[in-house]
């Protein structure tokens, strides 16, 4: 039976990395349902263009049960995590990452998702593809050059370029 | 000087194909203005994902001299654009075309973008790259099973997921 994904998505966006997974679920007959990581479903691409998503991370606390694999949406959101990480929504966002990660889940996502997912020891030897900025910043995880992982559970695309090389093995898994 | 670039979107768009443009974009300091192919602002992604872009294509209509290219973001709208070919907005988007044609601005899309562009007869004698599909319906260019194609004023992909190949001469004719 097809999985169900939680797709997570920061405000802003990158709206051709989130739009990749979400058209190639959809094309897929994978069910999802997405996620702001915001205080609200009215959030923004990098682009500018607003889009509303179904739900706020919020509300994926306690129902991580409910889907058997997480999509980290990476956008401008990022370079600023810094200043927000305090933010109730980044605190969420974290604690779903680490229950999903805790329950062998599979963690799919690209550009600074592997950051995300180290942050909550959830990459503990595993290697992973990441935007070569934030490869630095990688502690617990083997930080590669390659354009995408794939490790055990974790599966990592170095930016939204280069996530259509990693498309058709997410979705083997998740068929 | 960066040109400005019209983006159009049928609704329900392919996010996929729409954002890989908008972010590129973007990213390049390229601006741009999107137009819903609809009575309104409010759409729909094919993977269900509701957008609000900037205006309609009706407002569009006699502000062609704006712009310098035109993008179409093909979408789930066309399988069933011929039950639809006689509504307001679909026949201001083939005006809209025609007049960014006749004046010899960029016209640039995938998927089916190339069978709207023959609609008005703007690829005559071009080559296009377009959707299997679609490709017994082009009358008047030269549909080719290339990945993508440039020929003059035309850029064209076959689908969304052969844009990337086509995005750097895209982003250099716009620069």
Chains 1, 2 share one sequence.
Do not use: R
Not at 134 to 144: E, F
């Amino acid at each position: 039976m097809a999985k169900k994904v939680a797709v997570l998505a920061v405000n802003p966006v990158n709206g051709f990395g989130l739009f990749q997974y979400l058209e190639g679920f959809f094309e897929n007959g994978i069910s999802y349902k997405t996620f702001a990581v915001a205080d609200n479903k009215e959030i923004k691409a990098n682009s500018g263009i607003t889009l509303f998503v179904d739900d706020v991370i919020a509300n994926l606390k306690g129902h991580e049960d409910e889907y058997d694999a997480l999509v980290f949406g990476c956008g401008d959101a990022i370079p600023q995590y810094g200043e927000n990480a305090g933010k109730s929504y980044n605190q969420d966002m974290l604690a779903v990452i680490k229950t999903f990660a805790d329950k062998g889940k599979l963690l799919i996502g690209h550009c600074a998702a592997g950051m995300m997912f180290d942050s909550v020891e959830a990459i503990n030897g595993k290697k992973i593809a990441v935007h070569p900025l934030a490869k630095p910043a990688i502690k617990n995880g083997v930080a590669t050059d390659e354009k995408f992982e794939i490790d055990g559970n974790i599966y990592t695309a170095q930016t939204e370029n280069t996530i259509w090389m990693m498309m058709p093995e997410v979705l083997k898994a998740l068929k």
